[in-house]
């Protein structure tokens, strides 16, 4: 079975518009974090949240929020979607935040904006 | 400035022969934790090895070895007898001990080719 569930695996929206990426772990982690792909960089750490908490943010646009409704649960909301948006987004999880705990990943959702 | 360096884009080798992948890493901290990741076909990202700063062994799981050198910030993942399912992108990824010590800084990755 899947430890870590990402929803939808592929997703085309236009932009301007609002899309939710969701992300739930089923390996009983205290720590979760979102990661972008795209083509141009490697891949760019974005959120990191601990116990339902925000922790670090290293996204500059406001327009990129995470919502953690429980403890297993990171969803990912873009809002005013543009095509520089279209990337794969990793959810990822780890047993405490910092330290040597490793990092798990989730599938990705494939967001393309047109 | 880039944290995390790998400077081979791609390598081919021919299976069940080693093969080493470089990466160097930029950090003030004294204590960091250094992690190789693999992406496979599938996009799928897999944890493969991991070496804490302060340990003076190479790290070692399965066929995968580290070959850790502190004085020159440089973390080498080494693959023996590779298989053709080693085929995939090796990210090589680092986070510190104590500033931003939550994120995972990645490289930009080596594609691995392994042929018959």
């Known amino acids: 079975d899947p430890k870590i569930i990402q929803k939808p695996k592929y997703l085309v929206a236009v932009t301007g518009s609002e899309k939710i990426l969701i992300c739930e772990q089923y390996?009983?982690?205290?720590?979760m974090y979102w990661y972008r792909q795209s083509a141009k960089k490697p891949l760019e750490f974005m959120f990191s949240?601990?116990?339902?908490?925000?922790?670090d943010n290293q996204t500059a646009s406001s327009r990129f929020q995470p919502q953690s409704s429980k403890k297993n649960h990171l969803d990912l909301q873009i809002t005013a979607l543009k095509p520089d948006d279209s990337a794969t987004y990793f959810c990822a999880s780890s047993q405490e935040r910092g330290g040597p705990y490793e990092q798990y990943f989730g599938p990705g959702t494939r967001l393309t904006v047109l | 400035a880039q944290k995390v360096t790998q400077t081979q884009t791609s390598i081919s080798v021919v299976e069940k022969t080693t093969v080493t992948m470089d990466c160097v890493y930029e950090t003030r901290d004294s204590s960091y934790f250094l992690f190789w990741y693999k992406q496979t076909a599938s996009g799928e990202i897999v944890f493969l090895i991991r070496?804490?700063?302060?340990?003076?062994e190479n790290a070692t799981v399965g066929h995968y070895s580290l070959n850790f050198q502190k004085p020159k910030s440089s973390i080498g993942l080494i693959i023996t007898a590779t298989q053709i399912e080693d085929s995939a992108v090796y990210f090589c990824a680092m986070r510190e001990g104590e500033s931003n010590y939550n994120v995972l800084y990645f490289g930009s990755g080596t594609k691995l080719t392994v042929e018959p």
């Open positions: 070496q804490d700063s302060y340990k003076k």
């Open positions: 390996l009983g982690h205290n720590a």
């Open positions: 949240y601990s116990y339902q908490k925000l922790m």
